[in-house]
């Protein structure tokens, strides 16, 4: 068959979740892709997981100095003309390559973006932490669901464009939310972009509340780094969180000044979350874990995001060493 697609897969010491993600590509209903493995650097190299798959996948190995450079370096290497990219903690269901060309054939796009799930084998925790990342409670739809407050915008772990696309706007930038710049700079550069509901992958999440909590935080900050780049880029649903965040403490000086009944407005929301994470998961034990997930993603994204308008904006200070440093710990985890 063709290779229609080239998928390329950014990987910095995930051996286990390579060969998920490979043995999920070995078993499409259609083998119209071709897969390059970049790994960055690892000091745990995934090359024994590439070569059962040799017949498809081309495994390289380079110096590390980033996911968008290791992007970057797989599409010099690929050899269609449709690039397809996936994080390596994804599965990709059976008929992902079979859908999507038939999406493509019914619907050209320049570029596309997926949503992501949980897969049935995911941990509670994992499953839990999706629910925060994906449900319009927390972060407006915003990833690929059905109902959304913001203009949807592909993201890597289920992305694609054409080569013509590469060849006009470039490659990644090497920054947090490089996926979202890139987006921003195809759209401006007057391609098509597309949702394709029915492309969905399963997205392993972080696996520590720690790990999780750090990661959006480095959303927050990204997200006035974005600003600065692409003005009127922000909008009143990027700010919810850092509101949320606010909002919270104001209730709680309430709470210890005025009245406990001030909470209850906090007591209402948590009461919808896990409504909506029970509706959406069947699962008591799943909701339970939704809660914390779903105040973390918000909180840490809202302080993260105070922080950078803080030193980015009010400040007019450039990024800091130490904001380089979550930058930093946010990629290699």
């Known amino acids: 068959m063709t290779r229609k697609f080239s998928v390329i897969v950014p990987v910095y010491n995930r051996r286990d979740e390579v060969a998920s993600l490979l043995q999920s590509l070995a078993e499409q209903t259609v083998r119209n892709f071709e897969v390059i493995i970049v790994d960055d650097g690892s000091t745990d190299p995934c090359g024994p997981e590439c070569e059962p798959y040799a017949d498809f996948v ?29 994080d390596s903690d994804c599965v990709i269901p059976p008929s992902y390559f079979q859908t999507l060309e038939r999406e493509l054939e019914s619907n050209p796009v320049d570029c596309f973006g997926g949503p992501d799930a949980a897969h049935e084998s995911f941990s509670p925790l994992q499953k839990a932490i999706n629910f925060a990342m994906t449900s319009l409670l927390t972060t407006g739809g915003i990833r690929g669901g059905k109902v959304q ?7 890597t772990f289920n992305m694609g464009f054409s080569r013509a696309v590469y060849e006009r706007v470039g490659g990644f930038r090497e920054m947090f939310s490089e996926d979202i710049d890139m987006s ?34 480095v959303f927050g900050m990204s997200r006035i780094t974005l600003q600065l780049l692409y003005p009127g880029s922000l909008k009143a649903v990027h700010t919810l969180p850092a509101l949320f965040l606010l909002g919270s403490v104001a209730l709680l000086a309430l709470a ?12 209402i929301y948590a009461a919808a979350l896990l409504l909506d994470a ?29 922080r950078a308008w803080f030193t980015k904006i009010l400040l007019r200070r450039g990024r800091n060493e130490a904001e380089e440093l979550e930058i930093r710990k946010g990629k290699n985890e």
């Open 58 to 86: 081309s495994y390289y190995w380079k110096e590390n100095e980033g996911r968008s450079p290791a992007r970057n370096y797989g599409m010099e290497r690929a050899r269609t003309d449709y690039f397809i990219f996936f």
């Open 149 to 155: 407050l913001e203009k949807f915008k592909p993201r």
């Open 184 to 217: 921003m700079r195809i759209k401006n550069a007057g391609f098509s972009i597309a949702l394709l509901r029915n492309c969905p992958v399963y997205h392993r999440r972080r696996l520590s509340w720690r790990k999780f909590a750090r990661q959006v935080y």
């Open 256 to 267: 210890v000044l005025v009245s406990p009944w001030c909470l209850l407005p906090l007591g």
């Open 278 to 306: 029970l509706i959406q998961t069947r699962s008591l034990k799943i909701a339970l874990l939704a809660l914390p997930a779903s105040f973390i993603q918000l909180y840490g994204y809202g302080a993260g995001f105070l």
